[in-house]
């Protein structure tokens, strides 16, 4: 990927990555950041110089296999094939190539992570995604997504009693207000113009319902690109931030008595070579087609386990709870905020462009690359065995005789079992990328459990 050599032994470049070296050479670019996503969620890199630019898009940089065993407290954890001994390479995507408008003079590109020979590893999760838009593309479909995030803007302060640090907002305004508009603006204007420089389309942009807390979201695009689009606007939302003296957090609950921050997933399934939306049906229920009804049946009978890779921190448990519009059952229903799978009304005169369902129980803890590929194989699971979702339930499921509806799981722990009892995602994930994420996440869990809140929501707003 990226370079060859001729049997003179010159080092070329495919037209791809010889525009990257181009436009950092004319653009002024010192150091490109070689980015990932890990296991815990965390986004991390290298960086190379233009110097050697040419060289690392076709080598990549290496990098230890242990890293994919690291949590997000940088907690090292024992798993076969991810000790010491080992190298990988942080092989960059030459197409994801971005300046970085937050940090002059540095671009970005995201990477997968390769074995030395160049071959796919089995713990990239950039590869697990393009694995399953692959299968998904087997059944004659593509995936379009779009992540609707939301995140806390305020300042990292000192607790006067001596504990972790706080994240203060930097309003009190209520939710949609002109006030909360007008005290954020100049942030705003500068994240907007930000994502805009990088290819990123924003799409509605207001200020939500916690103190300090927005939500800008993004437009939609092919899964891989939504995937790499989240990474994008997740250092973006921080790395503005930080230049303005400010800090940015896109943690599930950064502050507990504040209202938390998702990251809902929006998909709909299309047949690539017509174009046309095969979630589409205007005669079908609610406007759906019976693929439709198979994908939301996937959905239902995996989100148990799903919650642990689309909800993948500790903290993501205290936003996912009934009554907070955060969806706590495993249900569907039509533009039901409460229920997990939420059919959304189509906007437009396209109905049938339009036509999407919203995937509530997800946050950006978690990886993107691995939970969007997890939504694509639960999803493509209900195709291939024509699963039933059941009755859409159209009122608050909190409202009806508890037992109803299921509720998703309440704890990080419990996700995570059903995730280790769920045989299509653990055979979809494998051997080592499975008993990696396990790992890792199962020492969080019990890291965050011996110690307070404080220091729970300090490394969650910290991390994300």
Request: aromatic content about 6%.
């Amino acid at each position: 990927m990226g370079d060859r050599y001729d049997i003179t032994g010159v080092h070329t470049l495919d037209p791809a990555a010889g525009r990257v070296v181009e436009r950092a050479d004319t653009e002024g670019v010192e150091l490109i950041r070689f980015l990932y996503a890990d296991h815990g969620g965390v986004i991390r890199g290298k960086a190379t110089s233009r110097s050697l630019l040419a060289e690392r898009l076709g080598t990549g940089i290496g990098h230890t296999v242990a890293m994919m065993a690291m949590n997000m407290l940088d907690g090292l954890q024992s798993v076969e094939h991810l000790g010491p001994v080992g190298e990988v390479r942080i092989v960059p995507d030459p197409a994801t190539f971005v300046r970085l408008p937050y940090a002059p003079g540095a671009a970005a590109m995201l990477s997968d992570l390769r074995l030395p020979d160049g071959s796919p590893w089995a713990a990239c999760p950039r590869t697990f995604l393009r694995e399953a838009v692959a299968a998904l593309a087997d059944e004659g479909h593509a995936l379009v997504a779009a992540y609707e995030p939301e995140f806390t803007l305020g300042h990292r302060v000192p607790d006067p009693a001596g504990g972790p640090d706080r994240l203060v907002p930097v309003d009190d305004s209520l939710c949609y207000s002109t006030t909360g508009f007008n005290q954020t603006h100049d942030y705003t204007m500068a994240l907007v113009h930000a994502l805009e420089s990088q290819g990123l389309r924003p799409e509605h942009c207001h200020p939500e319902l916690g103190h300090g807390q927005q939500e800008l979201s993004i437009r939609h695009a092919p899964a891989m690109r939504a995937a790499d689009n989240q990474v994008i606007y997740r250092e973006t939302v921080r790395g503005v931030a930080t230049r303005m003296s400010m800090w940015a957090s896109l943690a599930p609950k950064p502050i507990a008595d504040q209202a938390g921050n998702g990251a809902h997933i929006h998909v709909s399934l299309w047949d690539p070579e017509l174009s046309v939306n095969v979630f589409s049906d205007p005669s079908g229920r609610y406007g759906l087609s019976a693929t439709a009804y198979h994908f939301i049946g996937g959905l239902i009978a995996h989100l148990p386990a799903l919650t642990a890779l689309t909800c993948g921190s500790v903290n993501s448990f205290r936003r996912l709870a009934p009554q907070m519009w955060s969806s706590a059952y495993s249900c569907y229903g039509m533009d039901n905020r409460e229920a997990a799978v939420r059919i959304c009304s189509p906007t437009g005169k396209d109905v049938a462009a339009s036509t999407n369902l919203e995937i509530k129980p997800s946050d950006s803890s978690a990886n993107p690359y691995l939970s969007l590929g997890a939504v694509i194989h639960a999803g493509l699971d209900g195709i291939r065995r024509e699963l039933d979702p059941g009755e859409a339930v159209n009122v608050d499921p909190a409202t009806l005789p508890e037992g109803s509806v299921p509720r998703l799981p309440s704890s990080l722990d419990e996700a995570l079992d059903a995730l280790e009892a769920d045989d299509v995602l653990m055979n979809a994930l494998g051997p080592l990328r499975s008993s990696a994420y396990l790992a890792v996440k199962r020492s969080e869990v019990k890291s965050f459990a011996a110690q307070d809140v404080a220091y729970e929501l300090f490394h969650h707003f910290k991390a994300f």
